[in-house]
């Protein structure tokens, strides 16, 4: 072998210095890389919390506004007829006059009915009894006849997944029903459409429910759609059933939103 | 004149700085920072014994064969702190094998005035081991790195053993050198070790920010 001349001595001090370095800046590397893991984590965190506050908000908010609305028919329907029914009693004067007693009677009775159907309405609105006598698939069916008899939109409901419907527990049952409702409301209320298809299916013991209506549909910003209260409770509303929804943005060709639902 | 005061004066009066760090903040110290406490305790007695072996003019080599064998000891105690009861038996059967090894190397293989050439670069190995184990596990933690003590105590540790790994390798072609290699490879390691000292002092003032290391 060749004898070498390179000094020992030179090569140390050149492993110590390189080794140095290298050290240092591994440590470096590691310190820069874990800080910023660390921020990473706590943006990810920090948007988790603002989006729970803003569900909640819109919980809160979504409450109000059905407590405003109840008080609003209880003061508009109930509270006025039974006014009128009141004044109606006070005008009265008993006589002999059979006819006029009569009419006084028939007309309390009227305004009675229509009490009592105003008191069903509301009730029905906060707590819909066909739904817990009858299931799901009834309900969606009888909230689709009362709003196709209105003839403010036309709904195609197509269940495929009836057996599947029966066995659902109620909460997921009322989510889901409220759901419909909230979309139903919005197609009527914001998209112009003058059709809305439901699909209700069972795939791998996954509810799938497609909505889809023929309206202006999202704008091509989904994430300001999700931003939106009415989104925002259905959001709230799917999560607490553990439930996932996927919204397809295609504005101008209607708006269509999928969802999947556990069904145990 | 300047060299010899910074090696023989300033940097071993430096490892006043975390032992006094540590000292005031004992109470808050948790069971591995007083490992380190203790470790500094250890080598500033070992550091006055080489000053005063030197200033004799006796050989200080059999004494970093001994030095070694605690070094050794202590750091292994201070990472064996983040594991698991099994793991910790592990590493204490290491730190037998090491001792015996040692005992073994100073009495049969390196008995002669020379430094412990085989088994301080094993130690320093097993260390950066120890070390880059610790960084691993480290990374899992959601902490800011500079809050976490024991991130300083391992960066002065692995800085130091990482970069002296090779001077300890060569130790005994040193011996022979001129004045001049062995001076500037004296004063980088004493820098190093200076700068280990410094980053354990921060270790030892950050302890009151501390937080509870998982163990696993």
């Known amino acids: 072998m060749q004898n070498t001349t390179d000094n020992i001595y030179v090569l140390v001090i050149l492993g110590m210095a390189g080794t140095f370095l290298l050290v240092v800046s591994f440590i ?10 660390l921020r990473q984590r706590q943006h990810f965190q920090q948007a988790q919390i603002d989006h729970q506050k803003e569900l909640l908000r819109a919980v809160i908010e979504s409450q109000e506004a059905e407590r405003k609305r109840i008080g609003q028919d209880l003061h508009d329907d109930v509270g006025t007829t039974a006014s009128g029914l009141r004044l109606l009693i006070e005008m009265f004067k008993p006589g002999d006059d059979v006819k006029a ?35 799901l698939a009834a309900a969606i069916n009888e909230h689709c006849t009362i709003i196709n008899q209105s003839g403010k939109l036309e709904i195609a409901l197509v269940n495929n997944a009836e057996q599947a419907l029966e066995k659902l527990p109620l909460q997921t049952s009322t989510a889901l029903y409220r759901v419909l409702e909230e979309l139903l409301n919005n197609t009527i209320k914001h998209s112009g459409a003058s059709k809305a298809n439901i699909n209700l299916n069972i795939v791998n013991d996954m509810l799938h429910i497609d909505y889809a209506d023929n309206g202006k549909g999202l704008t091509a910003d989904v994430e300001l ?33 999928k969802i999947e639902s556990p069904i145990v | 004149m300047l060299y010899l005061i910074y090696v023989t004066y300033i940097v071993p009066a430096a490892i006043l700085i975390p032992v006094l760090t540590g000292i005031k903040n004992y109470n808050f110290l948790t069971k591995p920072l ?27 080599t059999p004494l970093f064969h001994v030095y070694s064998i605690f070094e050794f000891l202590f750091i292994s105690l201070f990472y064996s702190k983040f594991y ?31 430094f412990n050439t085989y088994t301080r670069p094993l130690e320093a190995i097993i260390i950066i081991v120890y070390s880059m ?20 105590i391992n960066a002065g540790i692995l800085i130091y053993f990482a970069s002296c790994l090779f001077m300890f390798i060569f130790s005994n072609y040193l011996l022979g050198a001129g004045k001049l290699i062995n001076r500037i490879v004296w004063g980088a390691h004493d820098t190093i070790l200076l700068l280990q000292y410094i980053l354990f002092a921060v270790g030892l003032y950050k302890c009151k920010t501390q937080r509870i290391t998982s163990t696993y």
């Open chain 1, 28 to 37: 470096f590397f590691s310190i820069r890389n874990q800080n910023k893991l």
């Open chain 1, 101 to 135: 007693h009569e009419d006084f009677t028939q007309s309390t009775k009227t305004i009675i009915d229509k009490i009592v159907k105003d008191v069903r309405n509301i009730s029905h609105n906060l707590s819909p009894s066909t739904l817990r006598y009858y299931g």
């Open chain 1, 225 to 257: 759609v999700k931003k939106g209260m009415g989104m925002q409770n259905i959001e709230s509303r799917l999560l607490n059933i553990n439930a996932t929804y996927l919204l397809e943005p295609y504005s101008g060709k209607g708006f269509h939103i």
């Open chain 2, 34 to 60: 007083k490992v380190i406490l203790w470790f500094l305790v250890f080598q500033g007695f070992a550091n006055v014994i080489n000053l005063t072996m030197i200033a004799f003019h006796y050989y200080t």
């Open chain 2, 84 to 114: 698991s009861v099994k793991k910790q038996k592990s590493i204490y059967a290491l730190i037998a094998v090491f001792t015996v090894l040692c005992i073994i190397n100073y009495l049969f293989i390196q008995n002669k005035i020379e």
């Open chain 2, 133 to 152: 184990l610790f960084i691993l596990k480290q990374n899992n933690e959601e902490q800011n790195w500079g809050d976490d003590a024991y991130n300083w």
